[in-house]
């Protein structure tokens, strides 16, 4: 299968582990892995933070490049989620029937990570290989808007020599929310302490999830406590094998 | 007191700027449909009691079930050792227990009469299992709205055929009587407060103590 | 003015809150208490998606039929002997309430819990006209006894603790001054307090949570009976009820008796719902106004989008999901609408011209919880979103905004943004600052105080990307099948109807012209 990898602008700028992690992982599972270099960003900040014209040029973009793709696969639950939630009824808000036309043609064919792999390859073991303790928060957007449920879950436990530690309070927000965490910086704070105390509280070395940019967020607050928990991406996790651990 | 029936010249004038408004705001809005009601697997009357009970006790109110003949002291039992009982007009005097002191309210009492009353036995209008809860429409055996919330004691007598399982199924039977213009009151446990540290304290102004009893058919 | 207007914008008034240890403490163990309960009554109805939608769609039908509803109403709650009248704002609906009161020389009413009071600052216009309004509920008459103000749709004095009402109670209360702090004696103070006032009050005022059109029939939900004692005793009633709160018929009320108090107090049903329809003979006050509210309620019908937050009942779910609510308390939110409901609500009703107001939207993580549990669907998230368009709208160009439109044309091509990402790993261009990512508008000031921000890789994805698709070409027919495990699943698979094996080709070379001009 051809699948298109929508690296998103966050890991393209910062982490390109994740995505290198993604391709390891969707070739070692047998697609052929395409990576389209006029990607840029799915417009979620912009659109987020109130500014629908400028997300919508880079809606418009998305769509133009991506409406032949058979699998656009984006290792970022809340890009996806702009997608498929947001790219309808900013479509609808601005009028664009053009735009609205083309998302939903091409709904069905944005894939998160997790949900590519359950929904789509049908495979929960990947093969993958980690051995560490680790915590798994899931992430709002993937959860809420996208429902992935348990997907991400059936892929962890499936991985050989990890021990899955339950977060409590898991489903609660991290506090991140784009620029929210800037300019609420102190109710923000406030949820991201009560985060990294649950992450900590499970003796886990590492907090995995499937968006990087919660993981910017909760890295960013572990790092400063000097907790000695790191964070790693879901791709991460997955891609890594016996013969190269990954992260 | 004297009723002020005169229209205010200012809500003339607002009525037709607000009827105005909304009609320029909800202009060429699309009609909406409804979809149906969803209802959940019917239960057999026995299981209805036996849900109506559960959620009477989970109120912590008090509940018992007598054939009719026993209903007597079933009363007698729920009034303890309380004097001076409300009684509505329509209550059959069959299940009432010999020798009580009943309060009728025919001429109506006054508050102050209706505070010295201890405890009221009423019928009711229906009854919904799923949720606990007992209507009163304020018809016969049952008064009107003021005798069943002063007294500190309810005692509240429900036919068995009187449980429906639904809120939905309990709104439909009441459709007569609210097109008739009747109040109706709900209850569903006694009085209760959470306000305080979400501490649950039962009993602050309605009747503290809320006594069902079903008559077994 | 009335209850809606924020003294500061949201993250300033959140700043001393969110740092009050106790108050955080009380509200997370409120709010988590009441999320818990819910969950499990709301679990108990397998239907109840299907009971939100219908929910949701019942109040939209009145409201796209609004004036037609009104005036069925106001035929007949005057059929069955009650006075209906319309007030624009809440000037107007204040001076109707006093103007009642006067003219039957009442000097004291008695209250029922009600939000659009609070909305309209009644008490305080009362009391300029020599008239007092006692509060009823318990923890109203906590707030009133203390000069304080709600922080919580459902439980107003959630942000104080028992030795706090403890204290108030002993110092307020006529005859107490040996209380313990135990809720039930305190309870029991409040009731002893209010028996009188109940008995031998003229005059009451309550809100209303549902009207039914086609009957005239006024409901109140309650659980302390306070609400039935002022419904039920006084000679007159009057009550206040925002416009959306009008129903079709009396069956349209099942569905909100479902899901109202398993989604608010998260009790299968609360204590007592009082049903009344103008006035009854023989029964209950003798004298009914309603009066029907606007004061800003047409401002967000008129927005197709912003309208569904009209179908809001008021049961508080959604601030006992709210993280944010969790940590800066209702007070930060500056209007008696508290809580994502809050946020969306108060900017609207002011039609989105109050600037503090407008900041309520970004106070938003955007994590969705509030959706979830919204008895009538009401999607908060995207209409928070929608609403920090419409409030940006009315700003001129700024610092964000220009950062903004410089990231979108950075993000505009392919091109420009890979040089833009070149140029920032050498710690300069457009999304940089101080050495550090910056197109967050803003975001060192903020991000650094609580958290670190990694430094960029100095090799990128697009890099490894160019580097590793240069060495494939040789070895690229030796590439393995795809694995066992994915085998069966491939072979089940067959690509969407829609695409052509072999079509257009995601724009793999309009990229490579791209990094010419890089
Ligand atoms: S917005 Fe929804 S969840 Fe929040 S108070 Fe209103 S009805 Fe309840």
Known sequence: MKVDLYLTCVNDAMFPRTGQATVRLLERLGCEVRFNPCQTCCGQMHMNTGYREDALVLARKFVREYEHAEAVVMPSGSCAAMVRELYPQAAQWAGDDELLRGVQALESRIFELSEFLVDRLGVTDVGAYYPHRVTYHPTCHAARMLHVGDRPLQLLRNVRGMTLLELEGAEECCGFGGTFAVKNADVSAAMLADKTRHIQDTGAEACTAGDNSCLLHIGGGLHRLRSGVRTVHLAEILASTEEEVFA | ?217 | MSGLHPKAPFPKAAEASVNQPQLRANLRKVTHTIRAKRAAVVAELPYWEQLRQLGAATKDDSLVNLSDRLLELERNVQARGGQVHWARDAAEAREIVARIALAHGERELIKVKSITSDEIELNQALEEHGIHAIETDLAELIVQLSHDTPSHILVPAIHRNRAEIQALFNAELPGEGGLSDNPQDLAAAARRYLRHKFLTTRMAVSGANFAVAETGTVCVVESEGNGRMCLTLPEVLVSIMGIEKVLDTWEDIAVFMETLPRSSTAERMNPYNSFWSGVTEGDGPQEFHLILLDNGRTHVLADEFGRQTLRCIRCSACLNVCPVYERAGGHAYGSVYPGPIGSILTPQLLGMHDKNANSLPFASSLCGACYEVCPVEINIPQVLIYLRNEGNAHKGPNAESLAMGAARVAMSEGWRWEGALRLARLGQGPLVRQGEISWLPGMLAGWTEVRDLPALPREGFREWWKAREGSRTVDANTQAGPPDIVQDAQNRESPPANVQEGGHPPAGQHGQEGEDHA
């Not at chain 2, 429906?164 to 309990?170: D, K, L, S």
């Open chain 2, 1 to 217: 007191m004297s009723h002020p029936k005169s229209v205010h010249p200012h809500n003339a004038e607002a009525r037709l700027e607000m009827l105005t408004v909304i009609n320029r705001a909800i202009a060429g809005a699309a009609p909406v449909e409804k979809p149906a009601y969803p209802r959940p697997q019917p239960l057999s009357a026995a299981e209805r009691e036996e849900q109506f009970r559960d959620r009477i006790l989970d109120y912590r109110a008090h509940y018992t079930r007598v054939p009719l003949a026993e209903l007597p002291q079933a009363i007698a039992a729920s009034l303890g050792r309380a004097q001076r009982v409300l009684v509505p007009a329509g209550i059959p005097a069959d299940w009432l227990p010999a020798g009580l002191e009943q309060l009728r309210d025919e001429p109506p009492l006054s508050h102050a009469q209706l505070d010295r009353a201890e405890a009221v036995v009423t019928g009711c209008a229906v009854a919904v299992s799923e949720t606990g809860t007992i209507c009163l429409d304020h018809g016969a055996e049952q008064g009107r709205r003021a005798l069943s919330l002063i007294p500190d004691l309810h005692v509240c007598v429900v036919r068995e055929n009187q449980i429906v399982q639904t809120v939905r199924g309990a709104v439909e039977r009441l459709g007569l009587a609210v097109r008739a213009g009747r109040p109706l009151t709900w209850l569903s446990g006694g009085s209760a407060t959470s306000d305080i540290e979400l501490v649950r304290v039962e009993g602050v102004h309605g009747p503290r103590a809320l006594h069902v009893i079903v008559i077994a058919e």
